[in-house]
């Protein structure tokens, strides 16, 4: 598979990767029951035998199980992946969530306990979840560069982080890549992330490109979400709202049949063609799924589709926020 950079801009290079990752969090985390530990094991190494390096979990995902999993996974293939995670929650053993701390001791113990889950050495890429509004990012972002030079963390990222607060992070510590959520139905990166990271040589790691299950067409207004799946509880997927966002799927499900590819293909192609630094990170739980989406890679579209693309984009007004109103609130989106 093609390689990717994330902070090609940064003194000495950045970081390489697959042009599509794998993000992990739906193995055990928000979408309900899924396949037992044997089963997700061996999808992990499917990816990488298929060609995926970079890999994304947190210690919030479980919590604490994904980290885990995925450490066991990919132990035997270590110096061939690059593994992300993330730290910025008070998280206590038994699970808990007790709100944002991203002061520097908390930093520097979560991350000797994320090496003791994912069971390695260094972390390849540390993100801030989500930013801190009570402690200053230039703290944070000083935290962060004391373990890349103590040798615990190779690069630091960010999630969700607005380009103000991108620059000033960087200032401290240069950013390797900011993390956010980016697909033909949620395009609020491009109005100022994007251009502040084009600006400062930072890549850019998309996450939910497929808009959760969304863009896959396989989702339908009648389509029941397992108990546990919070998707049961996003506006964006309640019934009248999913009945307005499918005209979206419609078009581009028009647009994939006269390319000989699905929506999923067409929605991750669309991703690549915006930057060389932009690298999608769709989750899965199934091989058929990861093949497919691992196929967009070699999805060639040329001008007039992604010309067809956009139009189909802008002619449809996607209804209901991304996150229900009490974490929008607490994740300061």
């Not at 190494?45 to 390096?53: I, K």
């Amino acid at each position: 598979m093609e390689r990717r950079i994330l902070g090609q801009g940064l003194p000495g290079g950045g970081l390489e990767v697959s042009a599509i990752g794998f993000g992990c969090m739906g193995m055990t985390f928000a979408y309900g029951p899924g396949p037992d530990r044997a089963e997700n094991i061996s999808l992990l190494r499917d990816a990488v035998e298929l060609g995926v390096t970079l890999f994304d979990t947190a210690e919030l995902y479980g919590p604490f199980h994904n980290e885990m999993l995925v450490g066991e996974a990919l132990r035997p293939v270590r110096d061939h992946v690059v593994i992300a995670t993330k730290f910025a929650f008070d998280l206590t053993p038994d699970g808990k969530n007790h709100g944002l701390n991203s002061q520097p001791e908390h930093v520097k113990r979560v991350a000797d306990e994320c090496l003791a889950r994912l069971g390695i050495d260094v972390i390849d890429l540390f993100y801030q979840h989500r930013v801190d509004p009570n402690v200053p990012i230039e703290d944070t972002a000083g935290a962060v560069k004391e373990l890349i030079e103590a040798g615990k963390v190779r690069h630091f990222g960010m999630s969700e982080a607005s380009a103000a607060t991108i620059r000033r992070a960087h200032d401290i510590q240069p950013v390797t890549a900011v993390q956010g959520e980016y697909s033909l139905w949620e395009r609020e990166p491009e109005n100022a992330v994007l251009p502040t990271l084009e600006e400062l040589g930072i890549g850019f790691v998309a996450y939910s490109p497929l808009g959760r299950g969304f863009l896959t067409g396989k989702i339908s207004v009648d389509t029941e979400f397992a108990a546990g799946d919070f998707r049961n509880i996003v506006p964006r997927f309640a019934a009248e709202n999913r009945a307005a966002n499918l005209a979206l799927v419609a078009l581009m499900t028009e647009i994939a049949i006269a390319k000989g590819a699905t929506t999923a293909q067409i929605a991750l192609a669309w991703l690549l063609v915006q930057k060389p630094w932009i690298v999608p990170i769709p989750g899965t739980r199934h091989t058929d799924r990861l093949t497919e989406n691992l196929g967009a890679a070699d999805l060639v579209l040329t001008p007039g589709d992604l010309a067809e693309i956009e139009a189909a984009s802008r002619a449809v007004k996607i209804v209901g926020e991304r996150y229900p109103e009490a974490a929008m609130k607490t994740l300061g989106l």
